[in-house]
């Protein structure tokens, strides 16, 4: 995964840059068809995992690690 240094540095780069910008606008039509197609209320979903991930990662336990919140100290 990169950082946040090695994502801007992709961008800065004209030909990457648009590179990543056509790759996301297959992947978000892909969504929208799929959301479409399975009745899915992207909006609502979306709401109700930033829900669940506020249970599973609380800030003072989560903040600054990648684990899995089955791995987070309790």
Not at 14 to 30: G, I, L
Request: net charge negative; no cysteine; aromatic share 6%.
């Amino acid at each position: 995964m990169a950082d946040p240094e090695q994502s801007q540095a992709v961008m800065e780069d004209p030909a990457k840059a648009e590179a990543v910008r056509q790759e996301m606008a297959d992947v978000f039509s892909y969504l929208l068809r799929l959301a479409t197609v399975l009745d899915v209320d992207l909006e609502q979903a979306l709401k109700d995992k930033v829900d669940l991930n506020t249970t599973r990662y609380p800030v003072d336990r989560a903040y600054g690690t990648a684990a899995k919140y089955t791995d987070l100290d309790r």
